[in-house]
Nanobody, 112 residues
Framework: EVQLVESGGGLVQPGGSLRLSCAAS????????MNWVRQPPGKGDEWVGT????????SYADSVKGRFTITRVYADNTLYLQMNNLKPEDTAVYFC?????RGPGTQVSISS
């Protein structure tokens, strides 16, 4: 069974950093295209970034480019989202997504 569980969210001040994790089971990250999306309060999904399955090519939304980094660790079958220089507009619930499957999400709040 495919399962995705995000963790690592929290409350940080503007300019701070967080690293989100997505623990995957039931499939291998090495051959799966994975997405990070976020849902700001009262809004719909906003694409954050994608890592392609076999090639590992990564793309980012313009709003996070240069600040966020997607990585994956095969040994742990875990996807990461390193977020630096966080801004209030980054406040959202963050999800890792494989196809139509997503985890429960993790809340990220940026406030002084």
């Amino acid at each position: 069974e495919v399962q995705l569980v995000e963790s690592g969210g929290g409350l940080v001040q503007p300019g701070g950093s967080l690293r989100l994790s997505c623990a995957a089971s039931g499939f291998s990250l090495s051959s799966s295209t994975m997405n990070w999306v976020r849902q700001p309060p009262g809004k719909g999904d906003e694409w954050v970034g994608t890592i392609l399955g076999r090639s590992g090519i990564i793309s980012y939304a313009d709003s996070v480019k240069g600040r966020f980094t997607i990585t994956r660790v095969y040994a742990d079958n875990t996807l990461y989202l390193q977020m630096n220089n966080l801004k209030p507009e980054d406040t959202a619930v963050y999800f890792c997504v494989r196809g139509v499957r997503r985890g429960p999400g993790t809340q990220v709040s940026i406030s002084s």
